[in-house]
């Protein structure tokens, strides 16, 4: 099937783009529920949004082909990934005095937290 979206402006892109994930989300096979192996395309350092909401956070993420996608982030599961962040964000400087290799310099984030 091929649908000619080069005519379309950003807008109704926006609502074919909506569109079809809504639909997506109801149809067999759904989307698997492990995460993709082998090489896969990544969005290098994204902008982020965290807010604090009821019962967990609001991990907001913007994607330049879907826009912002939003995520509610469960208490208990926003404690198990501030641990593997942590875990992470140890082991980088501790694998680089290892080998005496200095840490590659600080970047700016992607995003901000917003209370």
Known sequence: MTIDVSTLQAAELDQLIEAATKRRATLNPPVP??????????????????TSVPGGTLLQIRHPGHGWINFHIPTLSRAFLL????????????????????????TASGG???H
Do not use: C
């Open 33 to 50: 529920a492990t995460n993709p192996q082998g090489e896969i395309q990544a969005i290098s350092d994204p902008k982020w949004y965290l």
């Open 112 to 114: 901000t937290t917003v």
């Open 83 to 106: 641990s593997f962040l942590l875990q992470q964000a140890l082991i980088e400087p501790a694998q680089a005095a290892a080998t005496g290799t200095p840490p590659p310099p600080a």
